[in-house]
């Protein structure tokens, strides 16, 4: 009697218990299909290729071109009820993902970087579309040219700056490059033995004064000198060419901070004061406080040196190798660390193994050291 009244009462709840199931799954489908209604999609057609979303993924982004109403309305089609956009089809699969992904784009490997970034400038991503962008692909800006306020500053300053503005630039930019090639070629000739302080023992030898003397007397003969015709033209040349850069420079701030400004004013200030010295109309008597100061102005002419690197500048495969050293440094770093240590443990070897047989040539671990790097680096 028991088993019977439990038998009976357990097959009373498994029906209770369907029902409330049932139940359930009625009022969980019912839900969802509300939740379906309201929920709104929005439909795409990407030049054929059909996609649908829903309203509210777009409209994370209301500055966004799809998640903006009144920017997107201007792409609706009545007759298909849908947005259509004649733009590449790959590059939006992307875009959309942008939306699904809560801000997370990345460049498909098909896909050309320009392009790409055209697509994404189109549906207006923004800001933070195009910062993710750069750092995946290792991008930077690009600083904007300050430009002089007024055309004619400006036209004189595209001359100087840029060789490729015109056929003009480039001759005359090719000028500079051959001045200051051969005024560098001038000084290192003077150099020589035979022609050391040659110019400035010209004025004594006509004057019949010792060449220890410190006077420097007038003559004729130092402005025949092939050396100071040559000095001559070119100083004039870097004269008028800083003329015109004072005249046209976008930036006084700018260009009172540049070294390279300084370094050609310190390349033509020594020549005018050696001439305006030698056309002095008396002797001019050098002690040993001047006659410094005249050798320290002497050096400031290798200054001129500096000049070269408008080779450097406009040479596409050297800005190339420039760039290549930047992005390797650290590889570079690790070179020469590695480098140093090596030849550090064959030089300390190579001292203690020789000192006692060959003391002359290797009297020091620095000096074993660096017969190491030596050796290292040209019989590897």
């Not at 439990?6 to 139940?23: G, P, T």
């Not at 015709?229 to 870097?238: A, D, G, P």
Request: a negative charge; charged letters at 20%.
């Amino acid at each position: 009697m028991f088993e019977k009244c439990y038998c009976y009462s357990s097959k009373i709840l498994s029906n209770r218990n369907e029902s409330i199931i049932a139940v359930d799954l009625n009022i969980l489908n019912e839900n969802f299909e509300e939740e379906e209604e309201e929920e709104e999609t929005i439909r795409i057609n990407v030049s054929g290729n059909r996609y649908e979303t829903y309203l509210s993924t777009v409209e994370r982004y209301p500055s966004s071109l799809l998640g903006n109403k009144l920017k997107r309305i201007y792409y609706w089609k009545e007759k298909t009820n849908e947005y259509f956009f004649d733009r590449h089809r790959t590059c939006f699969e992307s875009i959309l993902y942008y939306y699904q992904s809560n801000g997370r784009l990345r460049r498909p490997d098909s896909v050309p970087l320009d392009t790409f970034f055209e697509e994404v400038s189109f549906f207006q991503l923004g800001e933070e579309a195009i910062e993710q962008i750069n750092k995946q692909e290792n991008l930077s800006f690009v600083e904007p040219i300050e430009l002089p306020r007024f055309a004619w500053r400006q036209t004189i300053w595209f001359y100087l700056e840029y060789p490729q503005h015109s056929m003009f630039a480039r001759v005359l930019h090719l000028i500079s490059l051959f001045v200051t090639v051969i005024s560098c070629l001038s000084m290192a000739i003077e150099t020589l033995p035979q022609f050391d302080d040659k110019k400035e023992n010209i004025c004594k030898h006509q004057s019949n004064v010792s060449l220890s003397s410190s006077f420097v007397p007038r003559c004729s003969a130092l402005f025949l000198s092939p050396f100071f015709l040559i000095e001559t033209i070119c100083v004039c040349y870097f004269t008028i060419e800083f003329v015109f850069r004072l005249l046209s420079a976008p930036s006084y701030r700018r260009l009172f901070f540049s070294v390279l400004i300084w370094s050609d004013l310190a390349a033509i200030i020594p020549y005018y004061v050696f001439l305006s010295i030698q056309l002095t109309d008396k002797e001019i008597d050098l002690n040993a406080r001047t006659f410094i100061v005249l050798r320290l102005l002497r050096l400031f002419r290798f200054l001129r040196v500096f000049k070269i690197y408008l080779i450097f500048r406009q040479l596409k495969s050297l800005r190339v190798l420039s760039s290549t050293l930047r992005e390797s440094y650290v590889d570079f770093t690790i070179m020469i660390v590695i480098l140093t240590l090596v030849a550090f443990l064959f030089g300390a070897a190579t001292y203690f193994a020789e000192k006692d047989l060959n003391n002359q040539s290797f009297d020091s671990i620095p000096k074993a050291t660096y017969w190491a790097i030596l050796t290292i680096t040209s019989v590897g």
